[in-house]
């Protein structure tokens, strides 16, 4: 049973039996479409599902699920989260012009997430998944501090450069006694595509281990996949029209990994 530790600030209440913030400490590793392809997964499994894309500056929740066209509806004063594949979805990129540049200082950044935690009519969610912006600033930590997180999920690549960055976000997490759920090492290696054998494509002399290195579970491994940002003409993901991949089977494995912690 998954203990949710309590936080010293006033939770903002969200009507979701377990929140999961996925950090990834810097840009560029892949951790939206990890967070898009497990929240696709949990719903598959019959899971009432919802995403926060909570990276106020540069939104790509709704662009990936083909959602980049929809403006968030209001009913009694409440913001209606978009449904598509079975997800509740809210982002900035549903209350603003995709191509203004939001020049925001950090309260009023601050200000529009807690709206998104606590004017969104979520309904009843069995997991709300969170998508935390790069780095340590003020939006991830206001977030952290503000929800009963069920746990963290970290997301990189074996990069040094990107390890570096994730060791401070593990150290924010800890700070704020989150519980860190574990680690999800993406891009780590291209398949072959004519001899099948893995290629590393940021090998270590070493050959250790990121969960050795980082002192948490290794939670997934995720290929490096060429195609993954193609979608269909109904903005349907890569994730929908690639079951026998393996980053296919490895999302399964994720999901259900997620959902035997949280039992």
Same mark, same amino acid.
Do not use: H
């Given at each position: ?39 696709l997964? *949990?719903a598959? %499994?019959k899971?009432k599902?919802? !995403?926060? +894309?909570? @990276? ?6 709704? /662009? ?9 509806a ?33 309260? *009023?950044a601050? %200000?529009?997430?807690?709206?998104? !935690?606590? +004017?969104? @009519? ?6 709300? /998944?969170?998508d ?5 600033g ?8 503000k ?9 990189t ?17 800890q ?49 490096f ?10 903005g ?28």
């Open positions: 049973m998954t203990e949710k530790k309590k936080s010293p600030f006033s939770p903002i209440p969200v009507k979701a039996k377990n929140i999961i913030a996925i950090a990834s400490g810097k840009g560029g590793v892949g951790k939206t479409t990890v967070i898009i392809n497990l929240a997964a *949990l598959e %499994k899971k599902v919802g !995403l926060l +894309d909570a @990276d106020i500056y540069g939104p790509n929740v709704p /662009l990936m699920l083909g959602l980049q066209n929809e403006v968030a209001v009913k009694k004063s409440k913001l209606i989260p978009v449904k598509k594949f079975n997800l509740k979805v809210m982002s900035v990129g549903f209350v603003a012009a995709p191509e203004k540049a939001l020049i925001w200082r950090g309260p *009023l601050n %200000k529009v997430i807690e709206q998104f !935690l606590s +004017d969104v @009519d979520w309904g009843e969610l069995d997991i709300l /998944l969170i935390l912006p790069p780095g340590t003020d939006v991830p930590l206001s977030i952290v501090q929800t009963e997180l069920s746990g963290g999920i970290i997301v690549t074996p990069q040094e450069a990107s390890i570096a960055d994730v060791k401070k976000m593990i150290n924010m997490y700070t704020t006694n989150t519980r860190i759920l574990g680690i999800v090492e993406n891009m780590k290696f291209l398949v072959c595509p004519d001899c099948s054998s893995q290629i590393e494509l940021y090998p270590n002399e070493d050959n250790r281990s990121i969960s050795k290195v980082l002192g948490y579970d290794l939670l997934a491994e995720f290929p996949e060429p195609r993954i940002g193609l979608k269909k003409t109904d349907s993901p890569f994730y929908f029209s690639n079951k026998k991949s393996p980053a296919f089977q490895e999302n399964q494995k994720l999901a259900e990994k997620i959902l035997k912690i949280l039992k």
